[in-house]
């Protein structure tokens, strides 16, 4: 005697266009639901870029909380900056203008603050991003000349060994004085 079984149950496992629909719209929802919060991520996470005109491609962002941001005042700093390195130093013109016409300046709230590594600076060029600076555009010269360093030396000095012989502390001193007569 053979035991009994409900209609259907020896039927193959085939499913059918309803169900398969179903599925589907199931996949759909939850990576769309994936999908949007990487979106809100991404843009929460992403800093958004000002174009500054009146020097190259620069593009700048000024953090919540500062009160003292001027853009002119940081296009003449670019400016004067590079100037100053021009002057100063062996970099030319076309070395110069290479190594700052698409350069971004993350401007802080503070004048100076502590790093990751727990060091009080006014300024940070972390190799291939952008410059980061304080209010008052003390660390502006400084920071770029690492970026030159860095695309025109390909190397950059860390520990400003070689600065005074290159004539970078010569702009430096020259961009602070000029500095204090920027209102």
Excluded at 15 to 23: D, E, Q, S
Excluded at 119 to 125: M, P, S
Aim: aromatic share 14%; proline share 5%.
């Amino acid at each position: 005697m053979e035991p009994f079984r409900p209609e259907g149950v020896n039927l193959p496992n085939v499913m059918t266009p309803g169900a398969w629909a179903l599925v589907i719209g199931i996949i759909a929802a939850i990576l769309s639901g994936f999908g949007f919060m990487f979106f809100k991520y991404w843009t929460k996470i992403r800093v958004p870029w000002n174009t500054l005109g009146g020097y190259y491609s620069a593009k700048f962002y000024i953090e919540p909380g500062n009160t003292t941001f001027i853009a002119v005042k940081l296009v003449l700093a670019l400016q004067k900056a590079e100037a100053l390195l021009q002057k100063h130093t062996k970099w030319t013109a076309v070395q110069l203008k290479t190594s700052f016409e698409k350069i971004c300046v993350y401007v802080k709230k503070d004048n100076a603050w502590v790093d990751y590594w727990g060091r009080k600076v006014a300024g940070e060029d972390p190799s291939g991003k952008p410059v980061v600076i304080g209010a008052d555009f003390a660390a502006l010269l400084h920071e770029m000349a690492h970026q030159a360093e860095e695309k025109v030396d390909k190397a950059i000095d860390e520990g400003h060994v070689h600065w005074v012989e290159k004539g970078i502390r010569a702009a430096e001193d020259e961009y602070i004085t000029w500095l204090k007569t920027v209102p």
